[in-house]
């Protein structure tokens, strides 16, 4: 059963950039394509981001310039990379399987951008 835990998260200025970063274990990756995801408080889970096990990617309009998702399926882990971070960046991300399996949400980890 996949298990994934999200780490990297902190506080940031506005337009600065965080990596974070998601490990799995229990399967492998290249069985899925992977997702990072945003909740903001009292808001759904958005999908941001997601990578096929080929590495095509997709994005949300939100972020579709400034977010890079990657995954290392050998390392089995899956990236994030966001730069230029506006406070509405902010809230607790998490990564899971696109579309998401409700059995697999981690903790995730929190972003906050605040000067």
């Known amino acids: 059963q996949l298990r994934l835990v999200e780490s990297g998260g902190g506080l940031v200025q506005p337009g600065g950039s965080l990596r974070l970063s998601c490990t799995a274990s229990g399967s492998a990756i290249t069985d899925y394509t992977m997702g990072w995801y945003r909740q903001d408080p009292g808001k759904e889970r958005e999908l941001l981001a997601r990578a096929t096990s080929s590495g095509i990617t997709t994005y949300s309009v939100s972020v579709k310039g400034r977010f890079t998702i990657s995954r290392d399926n050998a390392a089995n882990t899956v990236h994030l990379q966001m730069s230029r971070l506006k406070p509405e960046d902010a809230g607790v991300y998490f990564c899971?399987?696109?579309?998401?399996?409700?059995?697999?949400w981690g903790q995730g980890t929190q972003v906050i951008v605040s000067a």
């Open positions: 899971n399987t696109a579309p998401a399996a409700v059995g697999r």
